[in-house]
C-alpha cells in the first residue's frame, strides 16, 4: 500500500478529479450523440438474401449521373434514377418531387448495402432538407 501511494505521488498526472471525470463523461456523450447522428440517418435497413456482384455495383455507382455543381439528384431529375452494369442494379427514389438526394448521401447508403453479404438490400436516407430517399441494389435480372 504505501509503495503504491509513493508511486502516485510522484506522478500527479496519474492522480484524477472530479473535473476530469465530468470531462471524460461529456467527452463520451458527445461521441455518442455524433455516432447515434450519423447512423440514424438511414432508416429501415434491410439486406436482401439476392446476390448482386459487387463489382458490377461500384461500376454502376460511379455511372449515376448526378446535377453539377451540386452533385445532387433534385427537382431537375427523375424522381427514380436507375443505374444498371452486369448483374447489379441501383435504384435511387426520391419519394417527393421536391426532395433531394446529395451524392455523398447516396454513396454512404450504398456503401452500407454492398456490406451485405449478398451486395443487395434497400435502405431509405434522409438527405439535404430532411428528403427520404429509398435506395436499393439487386441483381439485374430480379
Known amino acids: 500500500y504505501f ?5 502516485i505521488a510522484n506522478f500527479p ?3 484524477r478529479s472530479n473535473n476530469d ?4 463523461h461529456i467527452f463520451l456523450l458527445v461521441i455518442s450523440l455524433l455516432a447515434q447522428r450519423s447512423i440514424s440517418r438511414q432508416d429501415g ?3 436482401y438474401d439476392l446476390k448482386a456482384n ?6 454502376a455507382q460511379n455511372g449515376i449521373v448526378y446535377l453539377e455543381p451540386s452533385k ?13 452494369v452486369g448483374s447489379c442494379t441501383i435504384k435511387i427514389h426520391r419519394r417527393r418531387p421536391q426532395n433531394i438526394a446529395a451524392k455523398a448521401d447516396v454513396d454512404d447508403a450504398l456503401n452500407s448495402i454492398f ?5 443487395s438490400g434497400y435502405t ?8 427520404d430517399i429509398q435506395v436499393s441494389v439487386m441483381p439485374s435480372n430480379y
Open 115 to 119: 456490406k451485405c453479404s449478398g451486395s
Open 72 to 84: 445532387t439528384l433534385g427537382t431537375e431529375s427523375r424522381l427514380e434514377t436507375t443505374a444498371s
Open 13 to 15: 498526472s496519474l492522480h
Open 54 to 59: 459487387k463489382d458490377d455495383c461500384v461500376k
Open 21 to 24: 471525470d465530468c470531462l471524460l
Open 124 to 131: 431509405i436516407v434522409y438527405s439535404l432538407n430532411n428528403s
Open 3 to 7: 509503495l503504491s501511494r509513493i508511486h
Open 45 to 47: 435497413f434491410q439486406c
